[in-house]
């Protein structure tokens, strides 16, 4: 069960960190900041397997980097897809 509740911390300072590096306001909650950082952690992992042969290796810096970057990533698509969306009618 603390495991859980670590990654879940590990996610919300990650999604904080992600809307504070945006240079766009956050909107969001932290319900939101938590699910960015959870998602972005994913993805972020899986980038750096494929890209590095190194994932999400524990709480450091290269695996908070990782979750970051993938975090920005998902927001940079987020508001692609929903610009491309609000566009197209």
Do not use: C, K
């Not at 900041?33 to 590095?52: E, W």
């Not at 190194?54 to 450091?60: C, E, H, V």
């Not at 975090?71 to 610009?83: E, F, K, N, P, V």
């Amino acid at each position: 069960m603390s495991n859980m509740f670590e990654w879940s911390l590990f996610g919300l300072m990650v999604g904080v960190v992600a809307n504070l590096i945006d240079p766009r306001p956050a909107s969001s909650g932290l319900f939101s900041a938590l699910l960015l950082g959870i998602v972005g952690a994913l993805v972020g992992g899986t980038l750096g397997d494929l890209l590095f042969g190194q994932g999400l290796t524990g709480f450091n810096l290269s695996s908070f980097s990782l979750a970051v970057v993938g975090s920005i990533l998902l927001m940079l698509i987020g508001r692609a897809y929903y610009h491309t969306s609000r566009n197209s009618y």
